[in-house]
């Protein structure tokens, strides 16, 4: 097949436009059709890239060709004889990690939101010309992507190829002066590209990024299916995200994320930005490789339905954290500090009781993706409550078949049966794959955990490897869980029943959870609650005003709802025992603790 011949040159970065041709030798002698995804894979909502697009136009032998818009994203070419070119601006002004951005500082793009599918030959192996910027000021500007190099130096602007469409579109790219740093993991050549201002400790993500990825390369058994890899990171003020590729990920993180020349701890943050990472790198075992039929091949035309995405998610979501603690990148007590905190992000979410771990995965193109005010009363994360199953069956196999099997030999036999076969896991595979794998009966405990919404039971679970589960009431708004409490007589928070962010001197009110007393009084999302027993606030907040008055009592609250002043009284309720802490229970069961989370001995 003749490639197609992708370019795409960054023509006017001031104005945030590339511009991007498209040439076929031998376009479909009816009309060659041309069409932009509605989505990027990864991440599961229709974002319609096609609406970036300023103007289009097609040329065959330096003639005009006429182009016939047929949808929202595909168009279609009058006839011609000999080679057509479509070539469009396209407008880049989204910082995140499934966008296209430029600036005069850097460019960054995902292939699905500039390159144009053609209809019929997406088999076609794709050459990419990346044009530099005209213009001294971006003489010093490099190329960062897992894209195979053809007449492109390393790093550098000119000529990639790949193998089909698909792969096109799954190696983002960045360009711009940013710092590199690179290191081998299990002989594989990996790069940490940071785009943005940062003082990272570069030696530092070296050693500890090399451990974590030879920790991942050998649970799923060498050798790892990429040749090379990317992380790709920006670097900003506030952000986080991730989105995962064949050989890399584009990252977004804030700046304080990243270790510093001199700090030997793991911080909080640098915890937050380890998981991160660790949680896309396992991503290119499981979703990348192994994945639900559903997405075999994507349809980028539209949603792509699955009940699966729990265990894309979840079970990655689970695998992530649990890696830094088995490759000795942070301690026992860490992890399950951060446990402790998933299963209180778990109980403080009243969706939980309306909306199963499958329906929150069908239903992500509308609901997971597209979260509103009523999102905590009405869904459930199929992250959270995703990775808590996956820690469930890991536990309950480990129990039942007295430590010889575990979620690990799943894996493993997902990763063999589906991820180097590249054979779609169907609706019910995983199910009857880990019954296979464990010789166990597990059809009424996922049943369960996957299509109703009773709880988790996650303290009989945890206690048989050697783990107490405790909860508590909330200490303060701050209190995430993970930790035990501080005073023994807590009484506990007295709560309004709202999640809510400061707006200057007042408070604004973003959800009103299913239950509280601000709903009892009809506080709605979006009141802006100005006092507090006819008192504002203030800069100390509502959260401290609320902390001095005890469950059970009534408060008169004035609130603006649009322009409208309001007035309500409200009963305060006393913090639900929804926060969690986990220990190691004393002596017998060290060992199962140890097998569980320790490193790995095969
Ligand atoms: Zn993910």
Redesign the pocket.
């Known amino acids: 097949m003749t490639p197609i011949r992708y370019t795409i040159h960054p023509v006017r970065p001031e104005a945030h436009l590339y511009r991007v041709a498209c040439t076929v030798d031998d376009p479909d002698p009816s009309g060659q059709q041309f069409a932009l995804p509605a989505w990027v894979p990864g991440s599961y909502m229709i974002r319609d890239f096609a609406r970036h697009i300023v103007s289009i136009r097609a040329a065959s032998r330096n003639r005009t060709v006429a182009l016939e818009k047929l949808d929202k994203h595909t168009w279609r070419a009058q006839p011609v004889e000999g080679s057509l070119t479509v070539s469009f601006d396209v407008y880049a002004w989204d910082l995140s990690v499934r966008g296209a951005h430029l600036d005069t500082t850097h460019g960054f793009f995902n292939g699905a939101c500039v390159f144009p599918r053609v209809l019929e030959q997406e088999a076609a192996p794709c050459e990419l010309e990346i044009l530099r910027p005209t213009g001294a000021r971006y003489r010093n500007w490099r190329v960062a992507t897992a894209m195979p190099r053809k007449g492109a130096g390393p790093y550098g602007f000119g000529t990639y190829v790949v193998g089909d469409y698909d792969e096109l579109i799954d190696h983002p790219v960045e360009m711009g002066e940013f710092s590199l740093a690179s290191f081998r993991a299990c002989g594989v050549p990996h790069d940490i590209v940071i785009t943005g201002r940062h003082r990272a400790d570069l030696a530092r993500l070296r050693r500890d990024l090399k451990r974590l990825c030879e920790h991942h390369m050998r649970f799923f058994g060498e050798p790892a299916p990429m040749t090379r890899y990317v992380f790709l990171v920006t670097a900003v003020g506030e952000g986080y995200g991730?989105l995962?590729h064949r050989a890399s990920t584009a990252l977004l993180c804030s700046r304080e994320d990243l270790p510093r020349e001199g700090e030997i701890e793991v911080s909080e943050r640098y915890r937050t930005f380890l998981g991160l990472i660790s949680?896309?790198y396992f991503?290119t075992w499981n979703v990348k490789r192994i994945k639900p039929a559903a997405f075999v091949p994507y349809d980028l035309d539209r949603e792509n339905y699955t009940t699966l995405l729990w265990a894309f998610?979840g079970i990655?979501s689970y695998y992530d954290d649990l890696a830094l603690v088995r490759s000795g990148l942070i301690e026992k007590k860490d992890y399950l500090e951060l446990l402790g905190r998933s299963i209180t992000m778990h109980l403080r979410t009243p969706g939980r009781a309306k909306q199963s771990l499958a329906e929150s995965s069908f239903d992500a193109w509308i609901k997971y993706y597209r979260q509103d005010e009523n999102s905590p009363n009405a869904t459930v994360s199929y992250y959270v409550k995703g990775s808590l199953v996956a820690l469930c069956l890991d536990l309950l196999v480990r129990d039942k078949t007295r430590g010889r099997k575990s979620l690990d030999d799943v894996m493993r036999a997902l990763w063999r049966r589906h991820g180097l076969t590249r054979a779609g896991l169907e609706e019910d595979g995983l199910e009857r794959l880990a019954e296979e794998v464990t010789g166990l009966q597990l059809g009424r405990y996922l049943d369960e955990w996957l299509r109703s919404t009773r709880e988790l039971p996650l303290k009989a679970l945890l206690a048989t490897q050697g783990v107490e589960m405790e909860l508590r009431p909330a200490e303060s708004a701050q209190d995430k869980g993970g930790k035990p409490a501080r005073s023994k007589n807590a009484a506990g928070l007295a709560l309004l029943g709202i999640r809510a962010r400061a707006q200057g001197d007042d408070t604004a009110v973003t959800h009103v959870l299913e239950g509280g007393g601000a709903q009892e009084a009809g506080i709605a999302a979006g009141d802006l609650i100005i006092a507090l027993e006819g008192l504002r606030p203030g800069q100390t907040g509502l959260d401290a005003a609320l902390a001095r008055r005890r469950a059970g009592e009534r408060v008169r609250i004035h609130a603006f709802r649009r322009d409208e002043l309001m007035s309500f009284e409200a009963r305060l309720r006393r913090a639900d025992a929804d926060t969690c802490v986990l220990a190691e229970s004393a002596g017998a069961r060290a060992r199962l603790l140890e097998r569980w989370l320790g490193p790995r001995r095969d």
Do not use: D, I, L, P
């Open positions: 991730g995962e949680h896309e991503h998610e990655t």
